[in-house]
Nanobody
Framework: QVQLVESGGGLVQAGGSLRLSCAAS????????MGWFRQGPGKEREFVAA????????YYSDSVKGRFTISRDSAKNTGYLQMNSLKPEDTAVYYC???????????????????WGQGTQVTVSS
């Protein structure tokens, strides 16, 4: 099983920045793709961003494109979500997700992912 631990959430003013981290551990991390999802109060969990193991494919939701950047370190064991120009509507619990990537998998769908972290709260004040 893949274990995921998110960190980096907190309270920030509108226009500010935060960087979320997702530390992954498993027997092997080869071919693991990572995604970020968020869930606001009373809302469904929605896609934010995703990245393949090698970083050759990256996806963003329209609502965060140009403001958020997804990446992973050289060892591929830690993923990051850099969030800039934060807005109050970005307030949510942010979840890291992972899956052993296979051809034709759609990384923008939450149903694709097999492993999930416990979430980290991001609150953006106006």
């Amino acid at each position: 099983q893949v274990q995921l631990v998110e960190s980096g959430g907190g309270l920030v003013q509108a226009g500010g920045s935060l960087r979320l981290s997702c530390a992954a551990s498993a027997r092997t991390l080869v071919n693991i793709a990572m995604g970020w999802f968020r869930q606001g109060p009373g809302k469904e969990r929605e896609f934010v961003a995703a990245i393949t193991y090698s970083g050759d494919s990256i996806y963003y939701s329209d609502s965060v494109k140009g403001r958020f950047t997804i990446s992973r370190d050289s060892a591929k064991n830690t993923g990051y979500l850099q969030m800039n120009s934060l807005k109050p509507e970005d307030t949510a619990v942010y979840y890291c997700a992972a899956v052993y990537f296979r051809r034709w998998m759609v990384l923008t769908k939450r149903e694709t992912y097999d492993y999930w972290g416990q979430g980290t709260q991001v609150t953006v004040s106006s």
